[in-house]
């Protein structure tokens, strides 16, 4: 089974240009979080989603910024005209269901506005 | 306002020490409390996981303690070895906000040299 992917594993944009980073959970888990973790600091929740749903995007930017999860294919943050202070690493985590406690984490995808 | 801090930022050991890393949170209403390793540009990796019922959980080297009350856990990495060189996280669940979403401390970055 393989483990949470993410990509692109780098991507660098300069300022303005829009970035997509893709998720793609562990095979059956429909719950992905995405979390940002800058320089020098702890990860900072953003987003949670379900299959076709935002669950809770109280960690979001209210603006530049979203998410969604289709029914097929990846889950896809979404930064729109991006400035150097987005740049960060961006985890994705994946759980089978709500009730479960484990999360599973991706290897990030790191991006750098130039 | 749930806020998770550790202890110390950074710590370099000879290889054989037996270390302690403090993490501690203002919130006692949690569901359970984690400790994840990370490597340098790679995801997270679950180590240890303890319920809000639980005091301690451990594995191989590793023993954690949770003292929900005082809002303390500690992580004990007993004969330290190089390749226990990683950035450790402390992460709580919160009762409150609900989903599950993880509320991380910046971490403690171990570097152990032979």
């Known amino acids: 089974n393989a483990g949470v992917m993410q990509n692109p594993r780098h991507l660098v944009r300069r300022r303005g240009q829009e970035a997509r980073l893709r998720c793609s959970p562990m095979k059956g888990h429909s719950h992905v979080y995405w979390y940002r973790q800058l320089p020098e600091e702890g990860l900072k929740f953003m987003v949670y989603?379900?299959?076709?749903?935002?669950?809770?995007e109280s960690g979001m930017p209210k603006e530049r910024f979203s998410a969604e999860f289709p029914k097929e294919g990846p889950s896809i943050l979404r930064i729109q005209q991006v400035v150097r202070g987005d740049s960060a690493a961006y985890f994705c985590?994946?759980?089978?269901?709500?009730?479960?406690?484990?999360?599973?984490f991706g290897p990030g995808t790191r991006l750098t506005v130039l | 306002k749930q806020e998770v801090t550790q202890i110390p930022a950074a710590l370099s050991v000879p290889e054989g020490e037996n270390l302690v890393l403090n993490c501690s949170f203002t919130?006692?209403?949690?569901?359970?409390l984690q400790w994840f390793r990370q490597d340098p540009g790679k995801g997270l990796t679950s180590l240890l996981l303890?319920?809000?019922?639980?005091r301690e959980q451990t594995s191989g080297r590793l023993n954690a303690s949770l003292d929900k009350s005082s809002g303390r856990s500690t992580l004990y990495i007993a004969a330290s070895q190089p390749g226990d060189s990683a950035t450790y996280l402390c992460?709580?669940?919160?009762?409150?906000?609900?989903?599950?979403?993880?509320?991380f401390g910046a971490g403690t970055r171990l570097a152990v040299h032979p």
């Open positions: 985590a994946s759980l089978e269901w709500e009730a479960t406690d484990t999360q599973y």
């Open positions: 992460a709580v669940t919160p009762f409150s906000g609900g989903y599950n979403k993880l509320i």
């Open positions: 303890i319920q809000s019922s639980q």
């Open positions: 919130d006692s209403a949690i569901y359970n």
């Open positions: 989603l379900q299959k076709e749903n935002i669950i809770d």
